[in-house]
């Protein structure tokens, strides 16, 4: 049986198809995140960006996201190691420390529900910064997610 594409090729090495099929969905890397800039502390929220579709998960304008939401980050094969906040569970992490894939992502378990079935998603448990007037308080939405902590 061959080996899966992601086992065989590095991030850079990978299609446009086979890069997009990395991702789980879980959308944690479309939280916003708080750092402390005396000490680097980052900290994780249940605040989303305001494109992130809160109750089913996933970018609601994912083509033109960059353009709607300058600081969003498009991901590469060359930022992903440079980035500290890409979620420990992320596969584009994984594959660029050279670990294996989570048994619950979609690509092992060729269900694309599976992230959300394993409780690894964050859809339905977060709320949009677009809720907000002004800040929010921000102690009051520092979240931990399943799979983050050290």
Not at 44 to 62: I, K, M, S
Not at 100 to 115: A, F, I, K, N, Q
Request: aromatic content about 8%; glycine content about 8%.
């Amino acid at each position: 049986m061959p080996q899966p594409f992601w086992k065989m090729k590095s991030l850079d090495q990978m299609t446009r198809e086979e890069w997009e099929s990395l991702c789980d969905h879980c959308g944690k890397c479309c939280l916003i995140k708080l750092e402390d800039e005396d000490t680097g502390l980052r900290l994780e929220t249940d605040v989303a960006c305001t494109l992130f579709d809160c109750e089913n998960g996933g970018c609601r304008n994912y083509a033109h996201r960059h353009r709607q939401v300058p600081d969003c980050v498009v991901l590469t094969p060359d930022n992903i190691g440079a980035l500290p906040w890409i979620p420990k569970t992320c596969a584009y992490r994984l594959i660029h420390e050279g670990k294996e894939l989570y048994d619950w992502h979609p690509l092992v378990t060729g269900d694309p529900d599976s992230t959300a079935k394993a409780g690894m998603s964050v859809a339905g448990m977060v709320v949009s910064e677009d809720d907000f007037d002004g800040d929010p308080d921000w102690d009051k939405h520092i979240a931990e997610w399943p799979g983050e902590g050290d």
